[in-house]
Antibody
């Protein structure tokens, strides 16, 4: 069974770029018809879909974050990454990576990592 | 796009049934059969419970069922058990264009087993 694990800094300063990596084990990121996704959840609030990268390399983003988000994949390391630029306190959240079967079914999730934006 | 509307809370006694609603528009819930439901226990990652309105992933008990009527989707939990106490989120595909995918979530419903 596929497993996902997020990693990256837990504290980012305002106006800087948030960078997270998701390491996939138990399956190859470049095989199969999957969408590799990022979702976030501000403390005590609901979920927000950030975007995903298709196994072919195509990327799709939430329109409200599109200007600040980049999702990329490193197949040699079986990892995919998230970069969110010009962060503010509103970007403080638990960030999850997940595998999506169809573009709207998040079937497998990482445990999540809390990123706090603060000076 | 706006978030889908869920009641903030729902409750039921063990063995009872409870239904959680998820209201959207004709641009999301009403326009596609791509509604999913997620269960989230405190401090844990969400878990997919229902996809494509009414399909259950392998391993999800058949006590969980989904349906849709017009712009409103529903999750029903039958035979409530203590471990069903959690937050539940709905989501819906809402179209795509120019490499933008629209996926919206509901605000979440806290299910309490009395």
């Amino acid at each position: 069974q596929v497993q996902l694990q997020e990693s990256g800094p837990g504290l980012v300063k305002p106006s800087q770029t948030l960078s997270l990596t998701c390491t996939v084990s138990g399956g190859s990121i470049s095989s199969g018809d999957y969408y590799w996704s990022w979702i976030r959840q501000p403390p005590g609030k609901g979920l927000e879909w950030i975007g995903y990268i298709y196994y072919s390399g195509s990327t799709y983003y939430n329109p409200s974050l599109k200007s600040r988000v980049t999702i990329s994949v490193d197949t040699s390391k079986n990892q995919f990454s998230l970069k969110l630029s010009s962060v503010t306190a509103a970007d403080t959240a638990v960030y999850y990576c997940a595998r999506d079967n169809s573009g709207y079914e998040l079937s497998d999730w990482g445990q999540g990592t809390l990123v706090t934006v603060s000076s | 796009q706006s978030a889908l509307t869920q009641p903030p809370s729902a409750s039921g006694s063990p063995g009872q049934s409870v239904t959680i609603s998820c209201t959207g528009t004709s641009s999301d819930v009403g326009g596609y059969n791509y509604v999913s439901w997620y269960q989230q226990h405190p401090g844990k990652a969400p878990k997919l419970m229902i996809y494509e309105v009414s399909k259950r992933p392998s391993g999800v008990p058949d006590r969980f069922s989904g349906s849709k009527s017009g712009n409103t989707a529903s999750l029903t939990v039958s035979g409530l058990q203590a471990e069903d106490e959690a937050d539940y989120y709905c989501s819906s595909y809402a179209g795509s264009n120019n490499f933008e995918i629209h996926v919206v979530f509901g605000g979440g419903t806290k299910l309490t087993v009395l």
